[in-house]
């Protein structure tokens, strides 16, 4: 693993875009994979910012997102394909038929995980899968567990969770306690991971997380077994592991 200390949330974001980018300008019609919540955004704004003055391009380039809430419709400004889409997507010119969410209004759910895990599947996999940290280990929805799931499965979300992204609704009862999440054992397939982590709250779970032992009750942990994994942080949240 591989370690990038930054100064504050936006020299992180910027050492990310350039992670990114290099993966997208190295090999164009690369397969992303993408996170959402407050981490990635100032990354996805810097890259925005290179596409606009024509440093990128994305005409090629294939975007498969670790999670969506069920029972969020496509329109709901909570979900997490709004998220993409007004962060991201509208502002590059990526193919919206190359961009990959799961479906939080279908129907049957174990036909969606395995749909989703079929588009993974023929995308050949994830070169490059952006991951952020919750407070506790959890890695798109996985959450603390007995065992590390292996592919895309419908998650009851912990209260942490639930607590931790009530911020984002006008009600708190309004957040969702199932969302879809691609799995551990397709996250650890991807080539390369990226994992962005900022302040000073996450300080705890980031020595837990890459210097603890490995366990399912700390999802992120499995990345120490990965081979090629890049942990960007602020000074702050790596205040517990780099002086």
């Known amino acids: 693993m591989v370690i990038y200390k930054a100064k504050d949330y936006k020299d992180m974001s910027r050492k990310a875009a350039n992670i990114i980018s290099a993966q997208v300008i190295m090999k164009p019609n690369c397969v992303l994979g993408l996170?959402?919540?407050?981490?990635?955004?100032?990354?996805y704004k810097q890259l925005i910012e290179w596409y606009e003055k024509g440093d990128l391009d994305f005409a090629e380039v294939k975007t498969i997102n670790l999670d969506e809430y069920k029972g969020l419709s496509?329109?709901?400004?909570?979900?997490?394909?709004?998220?993409?889409?007004?962060?991201?997507?509208?502002?590059?010119?990526?193919?919206?038929?190359?961009?990959?969410?799961?479906?939080?209004?279908?129907?049957?759910?174990?036909?969606?995980?395995?749909?989703?895990?079929?588009?993974?599947?023929?995308?050949?996999?994830?070169?490059?899968?952006?991951?952020?940290?919750?407070?506790?280990?959890?890695?798109?929805?996985?959450?603390?567990?007995?065992?590390?799931?292996?592919?895309?499965?419908?998650?009851?979300?912990?209260?942490?969770?639930?607590?931790?992204?009530?911020?984002l609704?006008?009600?708190?009862?309004?957040?969702?306690?199932?969302?879809?999440?691609?799995?551990?054992?397709?996250?650890?397939?991807a080539k390369k991971i990226l994992v962005i982590v900022s302040g000073e709250d996450k300080a705890d779970i980031v020595k837990s997380a890459f210097f603890g032992p490995v366990t399912p009750k700390v999802p992120a942990s499995i990345l120490q077994m990965h081979n090629d994994v890049i942990l960007v942080g602020d000074e702050a949240a790596l205040s517990k592991v780099i002086n």
């Open 74 to 167: 496509k329109e709901s400004e909570q979900s997490y394909y709004y998220f993409m889409y007004h962060n991201l997507f509208e502002h590059i010119n990526i193919n919206l038929n190359n961009t990959h969410i799961q479906n939080g209004m279908a129907k049957d759910e174990e036909l969606e995980c395995d749909r989703y895990n079929r588009i993974i599947h023929s995308l050949g996999g994830i070169d490059l899968q952006l991951l952020g940290l919750g407070h506790n280990g959890h890695i798109g929805f996985n959450e603390p567990d007995q065992a590390f799931e292996k592919d895309t499965h419908l998650v009851e979300l912990a209260e942490s969770t639930i607590s931790a992204n009530s911020r």
């Open 35 to 43: 996170a959402t919540g407050s981490s990635p955004i100032g990354a």
């Open 169 to 189: 609704f006008d009600n708190p009862d309004d957040v969702p306690r199932y969302a879809y999440t691609m799995g551990i054992k397709t996250i650890m397939q």
